[in-house]
């Protein structure tokens, strides 16, 4: 069945029936154990809980998803898309108080949960009349249906993912079974046309990471295997073997961090020899990560994109050349417009749940405005120059773009991580050095002291305008967001 005649769940599901079962169909771990599942047991196990949810009167309504990583995980993401409602993807990570709220804000009518998160869950449903079921034993269940036939449209909405909230300002993304269908599309005629072996670490209620493991789903004769976080990385390379896997910038380096160990009972082979491609996307990649994955001939391609626009739309292969580049267009129209970057296509969101202010701000005449500055050069290659809501308007009327002098900071290689901030008129620079393991403080004091050198001279190369006017030393890696990106809003001087 071509994609190009799928427009729904149930679709994508007949397709994966009819497919050949050459290969394991998914792959994870239990304890040490690699345990294989195949599509005919991922299959009773979609249409066991899509007679659940039929029998609770559940079709065409909104219902959460809150659990790590596994295959039941996506089970029940494809049975609830299965029967025409929609999935809310939650992180695992919410407290009680903001469960809560992602439920009331999206109107969730029942909740699968992981067994490890019950006590929580029930704390934050105590007040509602919604239905609860923990995801493991549902999956026990002994009933199932065939896969009926769904009247869900292109157009209707297959999930609502939140947005990785940098700003504070999580907002909920409805994407389309258009969208969804179309960015299956995109990663399997690019960045994953290739692989036979896929492995889905990052959080499956990211987009990144949800939409790859989609995509090899439907590809014939491709095993996904999925494991419960990088934590569990070094074994899944091994017991698994994956082509291929999708991560943030964050994963990349602790797989450079193995590959680059020294010590004679680690080897570098045993844990990612099978590795040819990495899917990069969620932050910017750094450049200094390139020349360990091309020396391994791993191609590591560097996608940008947003929660909102499903997939990552521009591409580049970071390991080839201009390794700073976003990279070029595909399967989506991109233009700058004031600075700003703008995408237009089949894989952009319907819009924001119940917030048509902000939809209204980000779609305007079909294109997406990412608030991403930015800009193209000669030979078509994007480029990301700062972000329109970072972007620190001084006294004097100048507009500063910190991005632009992080990247020039970050250049030192005491400065592990770095964001610059106004604070009383003046540029800051928050840094969390590079401290070696097991530093004095006599040693953190002199790597300090050339931080302090090393900004001098970069104000001397600057306008004034441009100058950092001082430092300040964070005491740990600055905060993140699950996606590996600074959340600036969470940092005060």
């Known amino acids: 069945m071509s994609l190009n005649t799928i427009k729904n769940m149930h679709d994508i599901l007949l397709h994966i029936e009819h497919s050949s079962d050459d290969v394991p169909f998914i792959q994870y771990l239990i304890r040490r154990n690699l345990v294989n599942m195949s599509s005919d047991e991922f299959l009773n196990e979609v249409k066991k809980v899509s007679a659940m949810l039929l029998n609770e009167n559940l079709q065409k309504k909104h219902i959460g998803i ?203 082979s045993a844990m990612g020899e099978s590795l040819r491609w990495i899917v990069c996307g ?79 701000e980000a779609l305007k005449d079909g294109w997406y405005h990412t608030g991403d500055l930015a800009a193209v050069d000669e030979n078509g290659y994007y480029y990301l120059t700062g972000r329109k809501k970072n972007l620190i308007i001084l006294s004097n009327g100048e507009n500063i773009s910190p991005e632009e002098l992080e990247g020039n900071l970050s250049l030192s290689p005491d400065i592990s991580e770095v964001i610059v901030k106004e604070h009383q008129d003046k540029l800051w620079a928050v840094i969390w050095p590079n401290y070696q393991d097991e530093c004095t403080e006599k040693e953190k004091s002199i790597i300090r002291q050339r931080i302090h050198n090393f900004v001098s001279e970069y104000n001397d190369q600057m306008p004034t305008y441009k100058q950092v006017y001082d430092l300040y030393f964070w005491q740990s890696p600055l905060p993140k967001s699950a996606t590996g990106k600074i959340v600036r809003n969470q940092i005060r001087i």
Not at 87 to 105: F, G, H, S, T, Y
Not at 150 to 160: F, G, N, P, R
Not at 345 to 359: D, F, H, L
């Open 66 to 268: 809150i659990g790590r990583n596994s295959a039941e995980w996506l089970i029940v993401f494809c049975a609830i898309a299965n029967i025409g409602s929609t999935a809310v993807l939650m992180n695992p990570d919410l407290n009680e108080r903001e469960i809560e709220r992602a439920m009331k804000q999206t109107d969730v009518s029942a909740l699968f949960f992981d067994i490890d998160l019950e006590a929580r869950i029930k704390e934050a449903t105590k007040d509602m009349n919604d239905p609860i079921f923990c995801i493991q034993e549902k999956l026990n269940q002994k009933d199932y249906i065939t896969i009926q036939s769904s009247d869900a449209d292109l157009e209707d909405i297959m999930c609502i993912l939140y947005t990785s909230g940098t700003t504070g300002e999580e907002k909920a993304v409805m994407l389309s079974n258009r969208a969804v269908i179309a960015g299956i599309h995109h990663y399997l005629t690019t960045v994953l046309k290739e692989t036979a072996v896929h492995l889905t670490v990052m959080p499956l209620h990211h987009a990144g990471a949800l939409f790859t493991s989609l995509a090899i789903l439907f590809k014939d004769n491709c095993t996904l295997g999925i494991i419960d976080g990088p934590m569990k990385l070094k074994r899944g390379l091994e017991q698994i073997k994956p082509n291929s896997l999708f991560a943030v910038p964050s994963l990349l380096q602790a797989i450079e961090h193995e590959f680059n160990k020294k010590k004679e009972n680690v080897s570098s």
């Open 282 to 360: 969620g932050a910017q990649l750094p450049t200094d990560l390139i020349p360990t994955f091309r020396k391994k001939q791993i191609a590591v391609f560097n996608i940008y994109g947003a929660t909102e626009s499903t997939v990552g739309v521009i591409i580049h292969e970071a390991t080839k050349e201009s390794p700073n580049s976003l990279g070029k267009p595909q399967n989506a129209e991109v233009k700058i417009e004031n600075g700003e970057l703008l995408l237009r296509g089949r894989t952009i969101m319907t819009g924001y749940y119940k917030n048509p202010e902000a939809t209204e």
